[in-house]
C-alpha cells in the first residue's frame, strides 16, 4: 500500500504541473498595481519587483514551460534527481505563496495563471504545503508516471480520486473556471443588487442585459487604484465583527482621522476603555471583493497619518 501511494504522488505532482503550464501559457496575468505600503508597513523593494514581474507576459511563460518539463520528466523518467527537484520547486512555491499572504494580502499567487488572481489565502498556503508533502513522499517511488499509469489498479485509482478532490476543495482557481470571469457574484447568479456583505449603496452592481457581454472581459480593477467611496468604507466599518467588538470603547461618532493607503483606509476614532483615553483604529480594505475590517487599541497620538497619505476627508 505504501508503494501505491508513492507511485500516485507522481502522477499526481506530473497533473498539477502539467495544468499549471496549461494555464500559464492560455491565460493571461492581470496587471496589478504594486502598493509600496501593506497595512501602513512598507513593502520591501525586492518584493514589489518579485510581485510586479509575476505579471510580466515573459516570466509567466518562462514559468509554465519549466512546470511542463518538470511534469513531462515526472511521466517519463524514476529518476532521483527529477523528483529532487520537483521538491525544491514546490517547496520555493510554498515560501512564495507564504510569503504573498503575510506580505501582499491583495496579491494572488500566480499559481495558475491569470485563474489564480484571487488573494492568496490559507486555502492556497494549504494547498502548497500538501503538495510539497506529496513530492517528498515520492522520492521513494520506483516508477516513471507513464509506467504507473501502464500497472496501475483500482486501489491507485482510488487514492488519486480522493487527492485530487482535496486538492479541488483547496484550490479558489476553481470558482474562476466554473463561473464567469470579471462578473460580480451577484450577477453571476443572475442577480442584480450587491453580492457581498458590506458594499456601499452607491455601488450598486447592475449590467444592463445588452452591457453584459462587455462587462465579462473587463479585467476587476486592482483595490490599490480602485475608487472607494467614503460611504462604502463606513457601510462595510459598520457591518463589520470588528465594529461590534469595539462599539462600546467608541467615545465620539466622529472621526479623529481617516486616510488611504494602498488597499487599506484607515478610520481613528477617539475611544475610552478601562478609565483610559485611547484611540480605536480600523482598517477597512479597498477590495471590491472579500472586503476585511481590522481593527485595534492604541494610545493616543499613536495613529498618525504617515508621511505622503492623503486625507480621505472627514464626514459632514
Same mark, same amino acid.
Given at each position: 500500500?505504501?508503494?501505491?501511494?508513492?507511485?500516485?504522488?507522481?502522477?499526481?505532482?506530473?497533473?498539477?504541473?502539467?495544468?499549471?503550464?496549461?494555464?500559464?501559457?492560455?491565460?493571461?496575468?492581470?496587471?496589478?498595481?504594486?502598493?509600496?505600503?501593506?497595512?501602513?508597513?512598507?513593502?520591501?523593494?525586492?518584493?514589489?519587483?518579485?510581485?510586479?514581474?509575476?505579471?510580466?507576459?515573459?516570466?509567466?511563460?518562462?514559468?509554465?514551460?519549466?512546470?511542463?518539463?518538470?511534469?513531462?520528466?515526472?511521466?517519463?523518467?524514476?529518476?532521483?534527481?527529477?523528483?529532487?527537484?520537483?521538491?525544491?520547486?514546490?517547496?520555493?512555491?510554498?515560501?512564495?505563496?507564504?510569503?504573498?499572504?503575510?506580505?501582499?494580502?491583495?496579491?494572488?499567487?500566480?499559481?495558475?495563471?491569470?485563474?489564480?488572481?484571487?488573494?492568496?489565502?490559507?486555502?492556497?498556503?494549504?494547498?502548497?504545503?500538501?503538495?510539497?508533502?506529496?513530492?517528498?513522499?515520492?522520492?521513494?517511488?520506483?516508477?516513471?508516471?507513464?509506467?504507473?499509469?501502464?500497472?496501475?489498479?483500482?486501489?491507485?485509482?482510488?487514492?488519486?480520486? &480522493?487527492?485530487? $478532490? =482535496?486538492?479541488?476543495?483547496? #484550490?479558489? /482557481?476553481?470558482? *474562476?473556471?466554473?463561473? !464567469?470571469? @470579471?462578473? +460580480?457574484?451577484?450577477?453571476?447568479?443572475?442577480?442584480?443588487?450587491?453580492?457581498?456583505?458590506?458594499?456601499?449603496?452607491?455601488?450598486?452592481?447592475?449590467?444592463?442585459?445588452?452591457?453584459?457581454?462587455?462587462?465579462?472581459?473587463?479585467?476587476?480593477?486592482?483595490?490599490?487604484?480602485?475608487?472607494?467611496?467614503?460611504?462604502?468604507?463606513?457601510?462595510?466599518?459598520?457591518?463589520?465583527?470588528?465594529?461590534?467588538?469595539?462599539?462600546?470603547?467608541?467615545?465620539?461618532?466622529?472621526?479623529?482621522?481617516?486616510?488611504?493607503?494602498?488597499?487599506?483606509?484607515?478610520?481613528?476614532?477617539?475611544?475610552?476603555?478601562?478609565?483610559?483615553?485611547?484611540?480605536?483604529?480600523?482598517?477597512?480594505?479597498?477590495?471590491?471583493?472579500?472586503?476585511? &475590517?481590522?481593527? $485595534? =487599541?492604541?494610545?493616543?497620538? #499613536?495613529? /498618525?497619518?504617515? *508621511?505622503?497619505?492623503? !486625507?480621505? @476627508?472627514? +464626514?459632514?
Amino acid at each position: 500500500m505504501v508503494m501505491v501511494f508513492q507511485n500516485t504522488q507522481v502522477l499526481l505532482l506530473a497533473a498539477v504541473l502539467l495544468a499549471a503550464c496549461l494555464a500559464k501559457l492560455t491565460i493571461r496575468n492581470p496587471r496589478a498595481a504594486v502598493p509600496e505600503h501593506v497595512h501602513g508597513v512598507p513593502v520591501p523593494a525586492g518584493l514589489r519587483r518579485a510581485t510586479a514581474g509575476r505579471s510580466i507576459r515573459g516570466m509567466s511563460v518562462g514559468l509554465g514551460l519549466g512546470e511542463g518539463v518538470l511534469g513531462l520528466a515526472l511521466l517519463v523518467t524514476s529518476h532521483l534527481s527529477v523528483r529532487i527537484a520537483t521538491m525544491v520547486a514546490f517547496a520555493a512555491a510554498t515560501w512564495v505563496v507564504g510569503e504573498l499572504r503575510v506580505r501582499r494580502p491583495d496579491a494572488g499567487c500566480g499559481c495558475f495563471g491569470g485563474l489564480s488572481s484571487k488573494p492568496a489565502g490559507r486555502r492556497s498556503v494549504l494547498r502548497a504545503m500538501l503538495f510539497t508533502a506529496a513530492a517528498i513522499a515520492s522520492l521513494g517511488a520506483p516508477h516513471a508516471g507513464l509506467d504507473v499509469l501502464r500497472t496501475g489498479h483500482a486501489r491507485m485509482g482510488l487514492v488519486l480520486v &480522493v487527492e485530487l $478532490a =482535496l486538492f479541488a476543495a483547496l #484550490s479558489p /482557481e476553481l470558482s *474562476a473556471l466554473l463561473l !464567469p470571469r @470579471g462578473l +460580480p457574484r451577484a450577477l453571476r447568479r443572475g442577480g442584480g443588487g450587491s453580492g457581498h456583505r458590506g458594499a456601499g449603496q452607491g455601488e450598486r452592481q447592475d449590467v444592463p442585459r445588452g452591457a453584459r457581454r462587455g462587462v465579462r472581459h473587463r479585467p476587476v480593477v486592482p483595490c490599490a487604484r480602485r475608487r472607494s467611496p467614503l460611504a462604502e468604507t463606513y457601510a462595510t466599518l459598520y457591518d463589520s465583527p470588528a465594529w461590534a467588538a469595539h462599539e462600546n470603547t467608541i467615545a465620539s461618532a466622529v472621526p479623529l482621522d481617516v486616510w488611504r493607503e494602498g488597499c487599506w483606509r484607515f478610520v481613528v476614532f477617539q475611544a475610552r476603555a478601562d478609565g483610559r483615553d485611547l484611540e480605536a483604529v480600523f482598517a477597512v480594505s479597498t477590495s471590491q471583493y472579500d472586503r476585511t &475590517v481590522r481593527a $485595534a =487599541l492604541v494610545g493616543p497620538g #499613536s495613529a /498618525e497619518r504617515p *508621511a505622503g497619505a492623503a !486625507p480621505s @476627508g472627514r +464626514p459632514s
